[in-house]
T-cell receptor, first 116, second 111 residues
Framework: DTAVSQTPKYLVTQMGNDKSIKCEQN?????MYWYKQDSKKFLKIMFS???????INETVPNRFSPKSPDKAHLNLHINSLELGDSAVYFC???????????????FGPGTRLLVL | AQTVTQSQPEMSVQEAETVTLSCTYD???????LFWYKQPPSRQMILVIR??????QNATENRFSVNFQKAAKSFSLKISDSQLGDAAMYFC????????FGKGTRLHILP
């Protein structure tokens, strides 16, 4: 029933590990995003995919690699986790239409990542 | 580069009263969207209201309304008849090709 879902909701792991966060949307949207919200609540975009194609790639360490197997899924894989990666990661989706390219984004519930 | 500024890190309002959260932005674009998102303690980001820059009429959603001043690049959110469930972080956001968020305003509702 949930429009944008993420798993897991919480993720606690050790430094140096590799982990993945999954995101799925059942809204039929063409574009999906990953955001990072740090401890100061600042929300910053990391990646954006449109129909499985990367269209936004902000300055993010290459330890972060998004993967989009189809337009309903955008997973985030993180290699060699560091303490500074601790944050809440949000997935979002939006439709893209030629007439209205700046549509509303719908957010998932977030994944709280804690790196020890 | 576009920026979004929320000058009030925290605000408090008495239940049933009205509160206004301020937001200013900077852009050289003429066509864009503005949003207010709510983030309750559950951390989920919930869309509250949105405004198309080409529309002069201020958007309204039930108890939530905006005061959009395009020339002044101001986009404030007014919450009428505040309820305890309105307590949350509120983020102002600007979007043209990318979406940019302000740093948020934490709203406390006093019973």
């Amino acid at each position: 029933d949930t429009a944008v879902s993420q798993t897991p909701k919480y993720l606690v792991t050790q430094m140096g590990n590799d982990k993945s966060i999954k995101c799925e949307q059942n809204l039929g949207h063409d574009t999906m995003y990953w955001y990072k919200q740090d401890s100061k609540k600042f929300l910053k975009i990391m990646f954006s995919y449109n129909n499985k194609e990367l269209i936004i790639n902000e300055t993010v360490p290459n330890r972060f690699s998004p993967k989009s197997p189809d337009k309903a899924h955008l997973n985030l894989h993180i290699n060699s986790l560091e303490l500074g990666d601790s944050a809440v990661y949000f997935c979002a989706s939006s439709p893209i239409h030629r007439e209205a390219p700046r549509e509303t984004q719908y957010f998932g519930p977030g994944t709280r990542l804690l790196v020890l | 580069a576009q920026t979004v500024t929320q000058s009030q890190p925290e605000m408090s309002v008495q239940e049933a009263e009205t509160v206004t959260l301020s937001c200013t932005y900077d852009t050289s674009e003429s066509d864009y969207y503005l949003f207010w998102y709510k983030q309750p303690p559950s951390r989920q980001m919930i869309l509250v209201i949105r405004q198309e820059a080409y529309k002069q009429q201020n958007a309204t959603e039930n108890r939530f309304s905006v005061n959009f001043q395009k020339a002044a690049k101001s986009f404030s959110l007014k919450i009428s008849d505040s309820q305890l469930g309105d307590a949350a972080m509120y983020f102002c956001a600007y979007r043209d090709d990318k979406i940019i968020f302000g740093k948020g305003t934490r709203l406390h509702i006093l019973p």
